[in-house]
C-alpha cells in the first residue's frame, strides 16, 4: 500500500503520440468539411485547381492518415508483442506530419513548387520514420499475420503514392517509363485510396477487434484471401493504365469488392465474439467500410470512372475512421490519465465506462446519413449531395467530440 | 478456465446494517487454504490490506462499478497472486494488474495471465517501482509475473 506518488503518463508510452495525432486529425476533418460546406464544387474542378488539391491532401493526409497513425502507434505494438522501438521516432513524425501537412496545403493553394517539396518532403520523411519504427518493433514470430502485413501493405502503397508526385514533377523521370502523366496520376489515386487508406482502416479495424475478440478469434483466411486479392487489383490498376481502359472501370472495383468480402467475413467473426464493443461506434465503422462494398460493387456494376468511384470510397472511409476513433480515443484518455492512478484514486472512471458515452446514437445515424450523401453526390458527380454530407458530417464529428467530453475532461486533470 | 475454487462473500448487507465486516472477513479466511474469497464491498477497503497482508494473504481489487468493489483474495504459498485475466477485453486486464499491484506487499508477487503481450503495462508498472518478465505460452497465451523492487 505503500506506493509512489501519482504520476503522469509514462514516458515511454505511445498513447500520448497517438492522441496528438487524433486531435491532429480532428482538426484536420473539422477544416476540410467546413471547406466542403462552402465549397461543395472543389472536388469536381476539372483540371484540378490548387483549392482541390489541397482539400484533397487535407482530408487524406490531414485527417484519414492521421487518424490511422494515432491508432496504429498503440495498438501496433501490443500485435508485435514489443514495445515500440523508439517513442522519439513517433514524436519526429509526429512532427514533420502536423509541420509537413499545412505547408503542403498552402504550397498546393498558392502553387508554389518549392513549399510543395518542403511541404511533401516533411511529410515522406514523417512516414519513412513510422515505416522504420514498425519494423524495429516487430519480431520474427509476429511480423508475418495477416493484419500485421495488411498494415505493411497499407504503408507499402502510402510510399508508392508519395514517390509519384515526384516522377510527375520530374518529366524526364516518368519519360523514361514509357507512360503519360494521366497514367501515373492513376496509379497515384488508387495507390492512395484502395492501397493506403482503404487497407490502413482495414487493417486497424482488424487489429482493434482481434484485441476485443475474447474467444481468441484472429484474422486468418478470409484476411489472406482479401490481402492478396486486393494486391492483385493494385497491380492491375499499375499495369492496365485504368485512366486509359474502360475495362478497369469495372474490373478493379470488382476485385476490390471481392477482397472486401473476405476481409468482412474476419471482421465478423472477431466481432461476433466482442459484444462489449458493440455500439453506435462500431456501426459508424460497420458502416463505413460496408459502405467500401457498396460502392466497389456498384461502380463494377455501372462502370463508374475511378474519379467518381474513388471518392465515394473515400467518404465511406472517413465514416469507418469516424467509428474507430470514437471507439479508440476514450481508451487512449484511460490510458493517459487513469491508469496512472488505478488502484490509488477511486473516483476515476474505468475504461468501460469511458468508452460508452451517452448520446453517441445519433453520432452513428449522423455519420451514416453524412457519408451515404457525400458518397451518393461523389457518385453522381452533383455538388449539393457533397454539400449536404459535408455539413452532416461536420455535425456529427462535432456531436462526437460532445459525446466524448468526460474523456476529454480528464485530459485537464492535473497531476 | 479458472479452475480454484471460489467462496463469495457480500459484506455491503453488514455495512449497510452499521456492522463491522472484519470480523465476518476473517472468518472466511479461516479455513481459505486454497483456492480464492472473492470480498463484494461498496468502496475500496483500504485498511484491510494491510491486515491481509499480516496474515499471508494477497488482495486483487476491482472496481465493478460505482459502488461495487470486488476483492479476490487468496493465501499462497510463495506469497504469489495469481489472475487469470484472459476472458476480458483490453484494457480490462490493464486495469485489473494496476489495481491489483497496488495492493501487493513487499515479497508479494502477481503471476497474470492475459491473451497479448501486455505491453503498455510494462511502462505503468515499472513507474510504480515493479519489476516483471513476460513469456508467451505454446498456447499463444501470455503470463507475466509482477514483483515490487525492494531498494537496499
Do not use: K
Not at chain 1, 482479401?226 to 472495383?253: I, K, N, V
Request: proline content about 8%; glycine content about 10%.
Amino acid at each position: 500500500m505503500n506506493a509512489p506518488a501519482p504520476a503522469a503518463a509514462p514516458p515511454r508510452s505511445p498513447a500520448a503520440i497517438s492522441l496528438a495525432f487524433l486531435a491532429f486529425a480532428f482538426l484536420a476533418l473539422l477544416a476540410a468539411l467546413a471547406v466542403l460546406v462552402r465549397r461543395p464544387d472543389l472536388p469536381f474542378a476539372s483540371p484540378p485547381g490548387g483549392g482541390s488539391l489541397a482539400l484533397a491532401h487535407l482530408l487524406m493526409l490531414g485527417w484519414a492518415a492521421a487518424a490511422l497513425f494515432g491508432i496504429a502507434y498503440t495498438v501496433v505494438p501490443v500485435m508485435l508483442a514489443a514495445r515500440l522501438h523508439s517513442p522519439r521516432l513517433a514524436r519526429a513524425h509526429f512532427l514533420l506530419h502536423a509541420a509537413g501537412l499545412p505547408w503542403l496545403a498552402l504550397g498546393l493553394l498558392a502553387g508554389s513548387p518549392a513549399d510543395i517539396v518542403i511541404g511533401g518532403g516533411a511529410l515522406v520523411a514523417g512516414i519513412v520514420l513510422f515505416a522504420l519504427n514498425v519494423m524495429f518493433t516487430a519480431t520474427a514470430r509476429n511480423r508475418w499475420e495477416p493484419a500485421n502485413l495488411t498494415l505493411l501493405a497499407a504503408l507499402f502503397w502510402l510510399c508508392v503514392s508519395a514517390v509519384i508526385p515526384w516522377l510527375v514533377a520530374n518529366p524526364a523521370a516518368f519519360a523514361a517509363l514509357g507512360r503519360d502523366r494521366a497514367w501515373l496520376l492513376a496509379i497515384h489515386h488508387y495507390a492512395a485510396v484502395p492501397g493506403f487508406l482503404w487497407l490502413g482502416t482495414l487493417a486497424c479495424a482488424l487489429l482493434l477487434a482481434r484485441q476485443q475478440a475474447t474467444g481468441g478469434a484472429r484474422p486468418a483466411g478470409g484476411t489472406w484471401f482479401g490481402l492478396a486479392l486486393a494486391q492483385l487489383g493494385l497491380a492491375a490498376a499499375a499495369a492496365l493504365d485504368p485512366a486509359a481502359t474502360p475495362l478497369a472501370h469495372r474490373l478493379l472495383p470488382g476485385i476490390f469488392f471481392l477482397a472486401g468480402l473476405g476481409f468482412a467475413a474476419d471482421l465478423a467473426r472477431m466481432i461476433r465474439q466482442a459484444p462489449q464493443a458493440r455500439g453506435p461506434a462500431l456501426l459508424l465503422a460497420g458502416g463505413g467500410l460496408g459502405g467500401t462494398l457498396v460502392v466497389f460493387a456498384w461502380a463494377a456494376a455501372t462502370g463508374t470512372p475511378a474519379s467518381a468511384a474513388l471518392p465515394a470510397v473515400v467518404a465511406a472511409l472517413h465514416v469507418a475512421l469516424l467509428g474507430l476513433a470514437a471507439r479508440f480515443l476514450p481508451f487512449l484518455v484511460w490510458h493517459l490519465r487513469c491508469a496512472p492512478r488505478a488502484g490509488r484514486r477511486a473516483e476515476l472512471p474505468g475504461p468501460t465506462q469511458l468508452a460508452r458515452p451517452r448520446g453517441l446514437e445519433p453520432l452513428a445515424i449522423a455519420g451514416l446519413c453524412g457519408g451515404a450523401y457525400f458518397a451518393a453526390g461523389s457518385l453522381a458527380s452533383h455538388p449539393a449531395g457533397i454539400q449536404i454530407g459535408a455539413m452532416v458530417l461536420l455535425v456529427a464529428a462535432a456531436w462526437l467530440v460532445l459525446a466524448l467530453r468526460p474523456a476529454l475532461r480528464l485530459l485537464a486533470y492535473g497531476d | 478456465m479458472n479452475e480454484i475454487m471460489e467462496t463469495i462473500l457480500d459484506v455491503r448487507p453488514l455495512l449497510a446494517g452499521g456492522q463491522e465486516p472484519l470480523a465476518a472477513i476473517l472468518a472466511a479466511l479461516e479455513g481459505l487454504e486454497s483456492g480464492t474469497l472473492l470480498l463484494r464491498v461498496p468502496f475500496e477497503p483500504l485498511p484491510l490490506y494491510p491486515a491481509l497482508a499480516e496474515r499471508g494473504f494477497s488482495a486483487a481489487p476491482f472496481r465493478v462499478g460505482p459502488d461495487l468493489w470486488e476483492i479476490t483474495i487468496r493465501r499462497d504459498a510463495d506469497g504469489t497472486c495469481e489472475l487469470d485475466l484472459r476472458d476480458l477485453p483490453p484494457p480490462a486486464p490493464l486495469q485489473r494488474v494496476l489495481e491489483a499491484s497496488a495492493s501487493l506487499g513487499r515479497g508479494g508477487r502477481l503471476c497474470v495471465h492475459t491473451r497479448f503481450h501486455p505491453v503498455h503495462l510494462l511502462d505503468h508498472l515499472e513507474q510504480r517501482g515493479f519489476e516483471c518478465e513476460s513469456e508467451e505460452s505454446a498456447a499463444g497465451h501470455w503470463t507475466t509475473r509482477i514483483w515490487r523492487i525492494i531498494q537496499a
